[in-house]
């Protein structure tokens, strides 16, 4: 199940692939993610990466590429993968056609109001990287705090509404490229994500199945998207 994931801030992009990492023990990619563990180990790449990312650019093209080139090297990624973050640029995605034969592409559309909305009440916890809601579920079930670890959960300075907005402008100028690329490929599931996770996962599950990219047997199949 090799899944590449689109969506603007607040689509619920994060919290669907944790759904998916923990019920099929497959990784969740995210360059992001990558970048801002490298910057915090001081790495040579953390060092090279961090100027473009303060300054709120895109990283050139061959690092980005490299890493992803890498990471999807990994035995973990045997079963599938869900990549989140990358391609950004249409360069970036034929360099992936070149690396691995991606099942689907989930563009998860959500509307403007919906993403505000969401992004104000969201908390993430910073030990385990967990990703909460306190006006829609997930909720932390003890205060502001992570249900796994008990760590202080906390708000990204990027979540507040004025800032939401203009991400998710960037979003659709970057990724409508990638999204028309991915759309004549054939390739692209678009998805209503204005609804829960609880209504839409099972359909997108189904989906899957039909289309025979849902193959592998879930590791923890009690997993329920809430
Ligand atoms: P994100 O968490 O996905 O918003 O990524 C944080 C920052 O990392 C971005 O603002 C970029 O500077 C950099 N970055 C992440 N993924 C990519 C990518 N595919 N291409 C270029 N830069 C990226």
Do not use: W
Request: hydrophobic share 35%; glycine share 6%; aromatic share 8%.
């Amino acid at each position: 199940m090799k899944l590449v994931f689109i969506g603007a801030p607040g689509a619920g992009k994060g919290t669907y692939a944790q759904y998916l990492r923990e019920k099929y023990c497959i990784p969740h990619i995210s360059t992001g993610d990558i970048f801002r563990e490298e910057i915090a180990k001081g790495s040579e790449l953390g060092r090279r990466v961090k100027e473009y990312i303060d300054r709120g650019e895109l990283v050139p093209d061959d690092i980005v590429i490299e890493v992803v080139k890498k990471r999807l090297n990994q035995p973990d990624t045997r079963n599938g993968f869900i990549l989140d973050g990358f391609p950004r640029t249409l360069n970036q995605a034929r360099a992936l056609d070149e690396i691995v034969v991606i099942d689907a592409v989930i563009y998860l559309n959500v509307s403007e109001e919906v993403a505000v909305k969401r992004l104000s009440g969201r908390r993430i916890c910073p030990v385990c990287g967990r990703v909460y809601n306190i006006y829609y579920e997930p909720k932390p079930r003890n205060d502001e705090k992570c249900d796994y670890d008990g760590a202080q959960l906390i708000m990204r300075e990027d979540d507040r509404p004025e800032i939401v907005r203009n991400r998710y402008r960037v979003f659709h100028e970057t990724f409508k490229p990638i999204i028309d690329y991915y759309r004549n490929k054939g390739l692209l599931i678009e998805v209503d994500s204005n609804r829960s996770i609880r209504e839409v996962m099972p359909e997108l599950e189904e989906l899957l199945k039909k289309k025979g990219i849902l193959r592998i047997k879930p590791c923890k199949p009690d997993i329920k998207p809430d």
